[in-house]
């Protein structure tokens, strides 16, 4: 256990709709990252959120964009979502800076249909 | 773009056999981890290398960090089906980030 909780564990969408995926970060943490997992790869980096923030982005395009509360959850939101957007959303948390100690959550699985 | 080449991609061996996955880069870092990841689950840092030529043990696995910081290793003594899992390695990026690796899908046949 990470202490970094994510919600929902699942979720089916349709091509074009949008969705929001949730993560409360572990207690004393104050950066959420979000990875994006495709089957059979491993996780690449979406974005970085610091004291409400965006902190550092990877190759994602706008439509991917994230929002963090001032108790550090975060929200991971996808608009007009594509075929290609199915995988494992995976929300990371850790302290300033210790982007070497990142403590994941179980993960969002998106399929889209 | 930095990127971390792992091999092999898929390994099967029976319980008690050695093996080794590596994690090859043209890139330099800065340090180096490795995850386990089972099924279902997010990563689990399992180990961070930092120094050239760095090596460490935790248990039955052995990790170790090129002299050159571009490639690392990762040895295990003794498979046991507990160790099924994906292996990632990951290299700090520019953003704030961390780069991971393709993946190492290793199965423990008891």
């Known amino acids: 256990e990470t202490g970094v909780t994510q919600s929902p564990t699942h979720l089916i969408k349709t091509r074009g709709q949008q969705v929001t995926l949730r993560c409360s970060s572990q207690?004393?943490?104050?950066?959420v990252s979000w990875y994006q997992q495709a089957l059979g790869q491993g996780p690449q980096f979406i974005f970085q959120?610091?004291?409400?923030?965006?902190?550092g982005r990877g190759n994602f395009p706008p439509r991917f964009s994230g929002l963090q509360f001032p108790n550090y959850s975060s929200e991971l939101n996808v608009n007009a979502l594509e075929l290609d957007d199915s995988a494992l959303y995976l929300c990371?948390?850790?302290?300033?800076?210790?982007?070497?100690?990142?403590?994941f959550g179980s993960g969002t699985q998106l399929s889209v249909l | 773009t930095q990127l971390l080449e792992q091999s092999p991609q898929f390994l099967s061996i029976q319980e008690g056999e050695n093996l080794t996955v590596y994690c090859n880069s043209s890139?330099?870092?800065?340090?180096l981890q490795w995850y386990r990841q089972e099924p279902g689950e997010g990563p689990v840092l399992l180990v961070t290398?930092?120094?050239?030529?760095e090596v460490k043990k935790l248990k039955r696995l052995t990790f170790q960090f090129g002299d050159a910081r571009k490639d690392s290793s990762l040895h295990i003594t003794a498979a046991q089906p507990g160790d099924t899992g994906l292996y990632l390695c990951?290299?700090?990026?520019?953003?704030?980030?961390?780069?991971f690796g393709t993946g190492t899908r290793l199965t423990v046949i008891p």
């Open positions: 990371a948390s850790s302290m300033t800076g210790a982007r070497e100690k990142l403590f």
């Open positions: 207690s004393g943490h104050n950066t």
């Open positions: 959120y610091y004291r409400e923030e965006e902190n």
């Open positions: 890139s330099v870092f800065s340090s």
């Open positions: 290398v930092v120094t050239g030529g």
């Open positions: 990951a290299g700090g990026g520019g953003a704030n980030n961390l780069f």
